[in-house]
Every structure is written in C-alpha cells, then in structure tokens.
C-alpha cells in the first residue's frame, strides 16, 4: 500500500451527451478492472450526464463521480445555474476555478471562494485550480498569480476546512494546447504551494492537501509526473473521454 492517495480525475469538459456518457462508463469499468483503495478515480462528465452516469455506476465501487461546475447559492432565481446544493449526494468532488470559467467565463475570485465553500457546506471536496498565464510565466510571476488564486480561493475555508481541499496545478498554457509543463515545473510549484500553505495556516495543514497535475496530460507523460513525492494525482481533460487513453493513464499509477 502507497503512503499517499492518488487521484486520476477524468474532466470531460462540455464532451458526451447522456446515452454518450453512459457507453463511456461501459467502455470504462471493462477497461479498468481493478482500482486499488489507495487509488480513486473519479469522473467529472457534464451536468446533464451526471444522474446518468450516477445510475450507470450502482453497484460499482471503482469510480467516483464529481461536477465540473455548480453556482454557490442553494436556490434562487439564476437562470440556467444549478447549484451545489443540488448536487449534494449525488457527488463526491466538485471542480473550482477551472482556467476555462476563470479566462472564458470570467469568473472572479470571490465567487471562486464561494464555490469552494459551498461544496464543503454541502460535503463535496472541492477541487480548488490554480496557474499562471503564459505571459504570467514569461513575466517571473507564476509563483505571484498562484499564491493569490490560493489566498482568495481558500478565502472563506477554516484551517481544518482547507484540510479537505484538492489543489490542481494546471498552468493556463499546458491546457488542452498538447503542450504540458514539465514535471520539473509541477515539482517546483508543487514545493512552492506546500511553502505557502504551510506559513499561511501550519504545517499540519499543508501536508494533508494533494496536489494535483493538469494540463496535457497523456498516457505518454503520465508517468513523470506520477514519479514526483509530491504529486497526488492527475487533473486530465482532453484524454479522460476516449477510455482507451484515460484507461492507460490509470494504468501508470502503478508502473
Ligand atoms: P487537458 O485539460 O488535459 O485537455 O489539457 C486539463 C483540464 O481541463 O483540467
């Protein structure tokens, strides 16, 4: 048994309809037969897939389900929003602060803030991304953009809150562009996000948050990253809807 956990979360961005999203979960449980418990594998398909794939998986102990997106007010009037109330029980992750809402949707931080809250109110781990631009990177100020994404994205969390939340590097540049950081820089990061939460709460704290990898992740590169002590796991987008390459990509943790 592993002294860490390692999390493989498939995120399926706007790809599957419904009757696509439950062959992908048939494709899925015959190509990944054994998920050992030091291990999750969790799915993040569409809104609209997620009582779908939540039927597909009963009886299946091998995957977690999370949400891609969820509005933090329990109700109201918000059209076309569904909020993480909703989604209470039905799953178990909630992704925050994508690069894709933060740049595409103009999400701000306090409203990122909010989300993460909101899924610990509801018992969802939030899965709290952060990273720099490419001109943020060019510029030196990777390290600035992302100590700042941390301290208002964690605004509203306790320290033991903070405890159970997943923190995703993935670089704005290495997102769905085929072109992933190194696993030098996942490293570098990774040491210098530790720093940070450890002078920001403790160091007790700091050591129970996983950092998370995204961004171009491939069967190929999978396993560099999966090398580092300070890894926890992968974020995958594109490659976690074509089971064949989301398969192989679990398959590395164990290489
Ligand atoms: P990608 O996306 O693997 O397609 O680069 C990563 C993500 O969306 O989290």
């Given at each position: 048994?592993?002294?860490?956990?390692i999390?493989?979360?498939?995120?399926?961005?706007?790809?599957c309809?419904?009757s696509?999203?439950?062959?992908?979960?048939?494709?899925?449980?015959?190509a990944i037969?054994?998920?050992?418990?030091?291990?999750?594998?969790?799915?993040?398909?569409?809104?609209?897939?997620?009582?779908?794939?939540?039927?597909?998986?009963e009886g299946?102990d091998?995957?977690?389900?999370?949400?891609?997106?969820a509005?933090?007010?329990?109700?109201?009037?918000f059209?076309g929003e569904?909020?993480?109330?909703?989604?209470k029980g039905?799953?178990d992750?909630?992704?925050?602060?994508?690069?894709?809402?933060r740049?595409?949707?103009?999400?701000?931080?306090g409203?990122?803030?909010?989300k993460?809250?909101?899924?610990?109110?509801?018992k969802?781990?939030?899965?709290?991304?952060v990273?720099?631009t490419?001109?943020?990177r060019?510029?030196?100020?990777?390290?600035?953009?992302?100590?700042?994404q941390?301290?208002?994205?964690?605004?509203?969390?306790?320290p033991e809150?903070v405890k159970?939340?997943?923190?995703?590097?993935?670089?704005?540049?290495?997102?769905?562009?085929?072109?992933?950081?190194?696993?030098e820089d996942?490293k570098?990061?990774?040491?210098?996000?530790?720093?940070?939460l450890?002078?920001?709460?403790s160091?007790?704290v700091s050591?129970?948050?996983p950092?998370?990898?995204g961004?171009?992740?491939t069967p190929?590169?999978?396993h560099?990253?999966l090398?580092?002590?300070?890894c926890?796991g992968?974020?995958?987008g594109g490659?976690?809807?074509?089971?064949q390459?989301?398969a192989s990509?679990v398959?590395?943790?164990?290489?």
């Amino acid at each position: 048994m592993r002294e860490k956990v390692i999390y493989i979360v498939g995120n399926w961005k706007m790809y599957c309809s419904p009757s696509e999203a439950s062959l992908l979960v048939q494709r899925l449980t015959d190509a990944i037969t054994h998920v050992p418990a030091d291990m999750k594998v969790v799915l993040c398909p569409p809104s609209l897939d997620i009582t779908t794939v939540r039927h597909e998986l009963e009886g299946n102990d091998r995957f977690l389900l999370g949400a891609q997106n969820a509005y933090p007010k329990d109700e109201g009037a918000f059209t076309g929003e569904i909020s993480v109330a909703m989604l209470k029980g039905l799953v178990d992750y909630l992704i925050v602060g994508h690069s894709e809402r933060r740049h595409g949707f103009g999400e701000r931080d306090g409203l990122i803030a909010q989300k993460v809250a909101a899924a610990r109110r509801n018992k969802i781990t939030p899965i709290l991304c952060v990273g720099e631009t490419h001109e943020e990177r060019l510029s030196g100020h990777a390290k600035i953009v992302v100590a700042d994404q941390l301290e208002t994205g964690l605004a509203l969390m306790t320290p033991e809150e903070v405890k159970r939340v997943i923190i995703a590097y993935e670089p704005v540049w290495a997102i769905g562009t085929g072109d992933s950081a190194t696993p030098e820089d996942a490293k570098d990061m990774f040491s210098y996000m530790r720093r940070w939460l450890t002078t920001a709460y403790s160091q007790k704290v700091s050591q129970a948050v996983p950092f998370l990898y995204g961004g171009s992740v491939t069967p190929e590169n999978a396993h560099a990253f999966l090398a580092l002590v300070s890894c926890n796991g992968l974020l995958v987008g594109g490659a976690s809807v074509n089971y064949q390459s989301f398969a192989s990509i679990v398959s590395k943790v164990d290489d």
